[in-house]
């Protein structure tokens, strides 16, 4: 179960963006490491955590929210990690790194090739769920476990450079920059969709107690953090030393640059490999997790049909290329992952709020409101990026990514001073 919750988490974003940590944080390595591995892997450790306390999926983690709230709330959720960015960043990284080298036609027609065969594939792993433990879990993962660490192992015994200077925009802030370079893995959004397909998949096995099925689902995401964490430090390490073999080196280029200078020949062949696998596990995990939502959220439609639906439509996306995926995703990330964070901590204290739907309101409406600047802020929109900076700036932290923090908690105060006080502290979805 661990193994299989490490596979569904460890796919594009996980392996391109640590090595840009390190690149950008050069000297500077471990302030911005510690930042990227709270929220690529604390906070979807938390996330695993919050899921098995409330007992349910993203619905009933939201369901203290008004209707429309968490409906829109939970759509930008499954939007942001199925169809629109996250999944057609699967097959256009497994493109861009392991297939690219290796095709001689022209980029985009070898992407258009690859992106069907891809998600074709992925597809037809993820119209049988039920074998997402059998597959991923015991035989694709210890693969995937033993490639990394091959590569992992001579990153650290040889290193390609010393460590490279930091750059001028992570000078000033390491952590905060990769703090919020956390945000692009998805990690910590994909943990409230993932968390139910770790609580299903123990439930299958014969555990319904509550403490128990709470215990197994610790255990499992401390192991698949573990494994992540195992991942991420080498892969920001390469980035940090790669200044003399890929310098200024984009999000398809560091890693191969420099497994082939680590490997010859051979680097090339053993990196489609670990790319290939680990978009393909993460691709499976999130077509079924959002095909189950939608199927919910339009009952008309048969399971099936919608993984066959958002395969396709991925498939589309994907052919916009990496760095397009990117950069659009980034404003809408930036405003969502503020609310996810406050959603998982509300949900860790929910059995001891009288009043559940009052304080996430507050909480969570604040907290978007200041991460809402954050991502307008970012969206590149000459229009919108000078009054929302503007307004950012006079937001204590604002200017470090951390500008939520304080819209988070005067929404707690404010929603807990609000709360009725009622005799049962216990918040009654959570009774049984």
Known sequence: MGFMTFALFLGAGNIIFPPQVGQGAGVAFWPAAIGFLVTGVGMPLLGIVAVAIVGGGLDRLTSPLPKAA??????????????????????????????????????????????????????????????????????????????????????????????????????????????????LTMDTLASLVFGILIVSAIRERGIEDRRILMRYTLMTGVIAATCLAAVYLPLAYMGATSHEVAPGADNGTLIPS????????????????????????????????????????????PYRAMVIIMGAFAALVANQGLDSLIRISVPVLVALYPPAIALIALSMLRRQLADAPRVFSCTMGLTFAASLLDGLAASGIEALVKPASAMQAMLPLGETSFGWILPAAAGLLLGLALSRRQGDSLDPALAD
């Not at 759509?75 to 097959?91: D, E, K, N, Q, V």
């Not at 433990?133 to 290193?159: H, N, Q, R």
């Not at 200078?261 to 990196?271: H, T």
């Not at 393909?280 to 939502?293: D, F, P, S």
């Open 258 to 301: 420099y497994v082939q200078a680590l490997f010859g020949p051979a680097g090339p062949v053993l990196l489609a490999v670990i790319i290939t696998l680990a978009c393909l596990t993460t691709a499976v995990g999130l077509l079924t997790a959002c095909g189950e939502y939608f199927q919910r959220l339009f009952p008309r439609l």
């Open 70 to 183: 968490a409906l829109l709330f939970g759509l930008g959720i499954y939007l942001s990690i199925g169809p629109l960015f996250a999944l057609p960043r699967t097959g256009t990284v497994a493109f861009e790194m392991g297939m690219r080298p290796f095709i001689d036609s022209a980029p985009a027609t070898g992407l258009a090739i690859h992106s069907v065969l891809f998600f074709g594939l992925a597809t037809l792993l993820a119209l049988s769920p039920g074998r997402l433990v059998d597959v991923i879990g015991k035989w694709i993962t210890p693969l995937l476990i033993f490639l990394l660490l091959v590569i992992a192992g001579a990153t650290l015994l040889f290193p390609q450079g010393p460590l490279g200077p930091v750059s001028e925009s992570w000078a000033d802030a390491p952590f905060a920059q990769g703090f919020e370079n956390g945000y």
